[in-house]
C-alpha cells in the first residue's frame, strides 16, 4: 500500500524483529505515517533538487533522472517491536508519528535536519494557508559510525523539540 508517491506502508513497518503481533499498525497509526510522508516526499524533493547529484559520484553530467531516496530504517513500531528494540515508553513510533532517517554521515544528517527545519518555518510562517502541523522530535543521532534523524509530527500538540544525541 502506497503512503504517498515514494514510501510504502511496508517500508514504513518493516522490522528486523519478529512478534506475534505481526507489527501492524492501526487505521489512526496509518493516517499518521501518511502525514509524516508529506513531509518525507518534500525532504526528498529538495534534498534531491540541492544536493542530489554531489552524492552520485563521477558519470554524465546531466543525471536529472537520477534521484537518491529517503531511506527509513524504523517508522511504525508495534508495543512488542518497541519493546524488544529498546525504544522509549510512549514513543511516536508506537502511534505512527515518527520516523528514524538513515544518513550517510554527519554531513547528510545536518543537510536533512536544515531541510526539514526550512519545512517546518514554512508551514508556520505561510498567510496563505491555514497554520499546518509543525513537527514534533527532530532528534540528530549518532551511535559510532552510524547517523540518523529521528522525526516525529503528531495530529496535534507538537513541541518542536531538537536535540542532539552523539554517544
Same mark, same amino acid.
Given at each position: 500500500?502506497?503512503?504517498?508517491p515514494?514510501?510504502?506502508?511496508?517500508?514504513?513497518?518493516?522490522? +528486523?524483529y519478529?512478534?506475534? &503481533?505481526?507489527?501492524?499498525?492501526?487505521?489512526?497509526?496509518?493516517?499518521?505515517?501518511?502525514r509524516?510522508?508529506?513531509w518525507?516526499?518534500?525532504?526528498?524533493?529538495?534534498?534531491?533538487?540541492?544536493?542530489?547529484?554531489? +552524492?552520485?559520484?563521477?558519470?554524465? +553530467?546531466?543525471?536529472?533522472?537520477?534521484?537518491l531516496?529517503?531511506?527509513i530504517?524504523?517508522?511504525?513500531?508495534?508495543e512488542?517491536?518497541?519493546?524488544?528494540?529498546? $525504544?522509549?515508553?510512549?514513543?511516536?513510533?508506537?502511534?505512527?508519528?515518527?520516523v528514524? %532517517?538513515?544518513? &550517510?554521515?554527519?554531513?547528510?544528517?545536518?543537510?536533512?535536519?536544515?531541510?526539514?527545519?526550512?519545512i517546518?518555518?514554512?508551514? +508556520?510562517?505561510?498567510?496563505?494557508?491555514?497554520?499546518c502541523?509543525?513537527?514534533?522530535?527532530l532528534?540528530?543521532?549518532?551511535r $559510532?559510525t552510524?547517523?540518523?534523524?529521528?522525526?516525529?509530527?503528531?495530529?496535534?500538540?507538537?513541541?518542536r523539540? %531538537?536535540l542532539?544525541?552523539?554517544?
Amino acid at each position: 500500500m502506497k503512503l504517498s508517491p515514494h514510501f510504502t506502508l511496508g517500508e514504513l513497518c518493516k522490522t +528486523s524483529y519478529h512478534t506475534s &503481533d505481526g507489527n501492524i499498525p492501526s487505521h489512526v497509526a496509518i493516517e499518521n505515517l501518511k502525514r509524516l510522508c508529506g513531509w518525507l516526499e518534500i525532504l526528498r524533493e529538495r534534498y534531491n533538487r540541492k544536493y542530489g547529484n554531489l +552524492s552520485l559520484g563521477p558519470g554524465p +553530467s546531466d543525471r536529472s533522472g537520477d534521484e537518491l531516496p529517503v531511506i527509513i530504517n524504523s517508522g511504525y513500531r508495534s508495543e512488542q517491536v518497541n519493546m524488544k528494540c529498546g $525504544g522509549a515508553k510512549g514513543s511516536n513510533h508506537l502511534t505512527g508519528c515518527a520516523v528514524d %532517517i538513515r544518513c &550517510d554521515g554527519p554531513e547528510q544528517m545536518i543537510r536533512y535536519a536544515a531541510i526539514l527545519l526550512d519545512i517546518d518555518n514554512e508551514k +508556520s510562517h505561510n498567510r496563505d494557508r491555514p497554520l499546518c502541523e509543525n513537527f514534533d522530535e527532530l532528534i540528530q543521532e549518532q551511535r $559510532g559510525t552510524t547517523y540518523w534523524i529521528h522525526f516525529a509530527v503528531r495530529p496535534k500538540d507538537n513541541r518542536r523539540k %531538537i536535540l542532539f544525541d552523539c554517544r
